[in-house]
């Protein structure tokens, strides 16, 4: 059984796609540990329903990025963390984190990329107007929002579109690719081959 950790900042709705998928047995994984960098973040509470084990670390009681990140990379390695999954994680991963699980770290991105990275990502394509947007399940690299895709769902704009409505359209999207992607991974179906993923 592959064995999750997911990074969440917020509210917590794709981990709680992930763990309902998981539990369903629709994917061959659990949801060993869910990390926040919140005290706060909703999502924690949402885990401790599904009993399942719930570490903050706050950057701010550390003494450099570093030295949170190696907190956590100590926590995802006493738990044998196989695949970690950023679900509205909202901080940049840098090299101490990321290079233990090069290849073993995925992130739900809500545009698609590589159009409107970065921060409110469904905002900067309602601003911008285009008439399609989505939803992005991609591999992490040292790069914001940069790495090999694994998939993606279009969302069509629609003429009466808030950004709330449209927020709520890619979301959906989110919930149904996020899982699929973990799926893959856990089966072993997917390489990374220089940009490309591919799906066996
Ligand atoms: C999701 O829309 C996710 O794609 C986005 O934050 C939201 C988290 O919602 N992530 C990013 O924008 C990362 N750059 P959730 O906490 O309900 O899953």
């Given at each position: 059984m592959t064995r999750l950790a997911i990074l969440i900042s917020g509210t917590g709705t794709n981990m709680q796609a992930i763990i309902d998928a998981c539990e369903r047995k629709e994917v061959p994984a659990q949801v060993t540990v869910v990390i926040s960098d919140k005290p706060d973040a909703p999502g924690l509470e949402r885990a401790k329903k599904h009993r399942i084990p719930a570490v903050v670390f706050e950057p701010k009681d550390f003494p450099s990025k570093d030295a949170y990140e190696l907190e956590i990379v100590k926590e995802l390695q006493k738990k044998r963390i196989d695949l970690v999954c950023l679900a509205g994680y909202m901080r940049i991963v840098g090299p101490t984190l990321l290079s233990p699980f090069k290849g073993r770290m995925i992130n739900i991105h809500p545009a698609l990329l590589p159009s409107f990275p970065g921060l409110h990502a469904q905002q900067q394509a309602f601003d911008y107007g285009v008439t399609i947007?989505?939803?992005?399940?991609?591999?992490?690299?040292?790069?914001?929002?940069?790495?090999?895709?694994i998939v993606q769902s279009a969302v069509p704009v629609k003429e009466d579109d808030t950004v709330e409505s449209l927020s709520a359209r890619i979301l959906a999207e989110e919930h149904r690719i996020y899982p699929k992607a973990i799926k893959w991974f856990a089966e072993g179906k997917l390489t990374i081959e220089g940009r490309k993923v591919k799906l066996r």
């Open positions: 947007t989505g939803a992005t399940v991609h591999f992490v690299d040292d790069g914001v929002d940069t790495g090999p895709i």
